[in-house]
């Protein structure tokens, strides 16, 4: 199903805000959404959220026949999907382009970069490899699916433990789980993707755009890099020209946003890695909050309180003291009192008071809504 | 800024139209529920057959027209039917046609012969016409046309072969259900408040300020770009909550009840329609509005 399409306006609204330096959700240019990591029960199940944006990693592994031209290494197999539960314009069976250069991006970044070590995979050489298959899903879109699918894939990567094996000559034995402790994969390093978005012919961009943001966009820059600032892929999409100096400005804040979300991804690491060994209960169930369907929930808005004292005092300022608002009760006659003045009475209006002007009517009109007190 | 916060509130709806008099049975399903085990009848649109029972698979009201059975859905992509008024953006400019977005199933067609062209000659379009296309409706544009036919595939055909059709300048477009638009004579009205309303079939609704001077050469194609007064723009921006107020509690849309519900609001101010409770009180008051004017 297609997109609605972007009207005119919001997109000439999105070109003028992010040129006041000013994003829909309050963001500064060079700021990441929240990001939450999260591992499943199984090894190597890890879903990233990057603001909305949800995707789901699992990796696993089978014994295979290596390749003819590397006999020695092990295999690796990457996939992403988008699924139609992701956003309507995704359409099951449909290899559009996005999902052609999602793929590639993967592929360069964690393939290319040789973050894990192939040869360790090697279990008989030319006969049984290990074949580590990596399958990401989306399972919404709110822009920037790359950063969010390569966070996925290597925190996946990092979590997940492949069986023991034992080698008596020409004898592989595939220790299950319960007889031996399953071993982590040797990572080499972390490479992770930031996106830049460039607007109006490159001249502003944006780190980590979001979906509507990323449909204004004029070009798209990925850069992979890891926390030893080694660059481990750069892609430029869209045809826009860009200037060396940008490219190398762009590489510094991959740089900082890189060492950030590596910190992150150890963190939570860390984390499963104390709960598993304590005995405590781990997986997705745990680290959702709990969502009760009574209350209301909304996430946390930040707002911006930069000039909120200023503007605070001066409303103060401005506005004037009020006036008593309840007025003393006057004491009519013995046992009746009075509180306050009514309106005027508007029920039956007679022909000659009309002409007499109005505000003659008001002092002098009957009294009426008045709070008479009769006490016995 | 002055920012207004509130506190979540228990909120007690008023059961509105309770007893009203048409509240026949109406057979409701949903999908799954079986209709009948009858097997001496014809299945339509939304039914399917499971073992013998035909079952529904959308959820709507079932109708029946002799050995017919279909269920008519509540909640629906705009279905067209020849005559109907519609607004649509242009998604995609073709050779010699539009692809116009009107939230149907299937991007609807705009013909180049369906157009009038400018200064409103009938001639066969030429080549140089069709170099033109873009100079008249480029994608993005928002434009109101008549549905001329429907294609086998479902796709509708539109024209804009009147004056009152055509691209649409200024003013604010409301998303509603196509299902609560009221189908009337005319879809046009220049309401007595002060704006212009366009309701299209297919769930746009257009709000515009009223032209001053109609332009008769101009037809579809001028788009006034000054600047709109601050009245107006008042007036458009509470039709606009109204209309989003009657969206919520399905009452049909129509000239009368856009105009009483604007009304019934006008003590409040603009912003305050959208709170849920002065929009419960609007809406009741605009019900019995229009209950007196029919009975």
Known sequence: MRDTPLSNCERRFLLKAIEAKKRLDGRQTYDYRNIKIAFGTDYGCCSVELGKTRVLCQVSCELVPPKDSRPTEGIMFFNLELSPMASPAFEPNRQSELLVTLNRQLERCLRNSKCIDTESLCVVSGEKVWQIRVDVHVLNHDGNLM??????????????RRPDVAIQGRDVTVFSPEERDPIPLSIYHMPICVSFAFFLQGSYLLVDP???EERVKDGLLVIAMNKHREICSIQSSGGIMLLKDQVLRCSKIASVKVSEITELINKALENDRKIRKEGGKFGFAESMPKERITTLKRDDAPVEMTDVKETASDIVNRTETTTEAVPSPVLVAMGTAQVGEGIVNSWAL??????EPQTEDRKTGTVSDVCFCAVE | MAVEMRLPA???HISLAASQS?????HLVVPGDVITSDTGFMRGHGTYMDEDRLTASVAGEVERVNKLICVRPLKTRYNGEVGDVVIGRITEVQQKRWKVETNSRLDSVLLLSSVNLPGGELRRRSAQDELAMRDYLQEGDLISAEVQSIFSDGALSLHTRSLKYGKLGQGVLVFVSPSIVKRQKTHFHNLPCGASIILGNNGYVWLYPTPGQQDEEAGGYYTSMEPVSLSDREVISRLRNCLLALAAHKVLLYDTSVLYCYEASLPQQIKDILKPEIMEEIILETRQRLVEHEG
């Not at chain 2, 048409?22 to 109406?26: A, E, G, L, S, V």
Request: proline letters at 0%; glycine letters at 0%; a negative charge.
């Open chain 1, 147 to 160: 950063d969010a699918a390569s966070i996925a894939a290597i925190s996946a990567l990092s979590h997940f």
């Open chain 1, 350 to 355: 007679d022909e000659d008071e009309e002409d």
């Open chain 2, 22 to 26: 048409n509240q026949d049975d109406k």
């Open chain 2, 10 to 12: 228990v909120h007690k």
């Open chain 1, 210 to 212: 979001c979906e509507r």
